[in-house]
């Protein structure tokens, strides 16, 4: 079986019968940046008004955010070059705090940020990652995979209650 992968989905070239996968949910992308930078103060930011600043990408540790965040910067048409790369979320709210640097980054962390550190969702049509939960189905060739569909059915319970 061959795959094959854009920015922001995932298929499989030939028949994948055999692969169930459930969206547990969609995560809008958000600025992060320190509490008193001085684009705390808006409701919203511009992905214009972040040139300049020192930015932060995740580093190829977190592949499909890097590429969903490289992609919207490449369409933005904006001179937006990382200046640094950090390896997970902790990273990123420490190097954002000791530098004063801005990041893009999914919003799910936004409410477990420190004081020292803020979001804001960005203006306009933002950039989405699609956290997505896969299985393959041939455990139990031939019947019905129980503990495959316990398994999505309470993934999707949690994408409800998620929304």
Sequence with gaps: M????????????????????RRVITEPFVVIFPSDHR??????????????ETFI???KTAPTSR?????????????IIPGHEVDNITHAVSMIASTGAVALLPA???????????????EGDPTELHLCLSACSL??????????FLHLAVAHRFSCIWR
């Design 39 to 52: 684009l705390a103060v808006r409701d919203a930011v511009e992905l214009r008004e972040i040139v300049g």
């Design 2 to 21: 061959s795959w094959r992968t854009t920015r922001r989905q995932v298929w499989v070239k030939e028949s994948a019968d055999e692969l169930v996968y």
């Design 108 to 122: 799910y962390p936004s409410n477990l940020l420190p004081w020292s550190v803020t979001s804001r969702p960005l």
């Design 67 to 79: 590429v969903v965040i490289e992609d919207y910067l490449k369409r933005s048409g904006l001179d």
């Design 139 to 148: 455990w139990c060739p031939g019947s019905v995979n129980w503990p495959l």
């Design 57 to 59: 990408i995740p580093s």
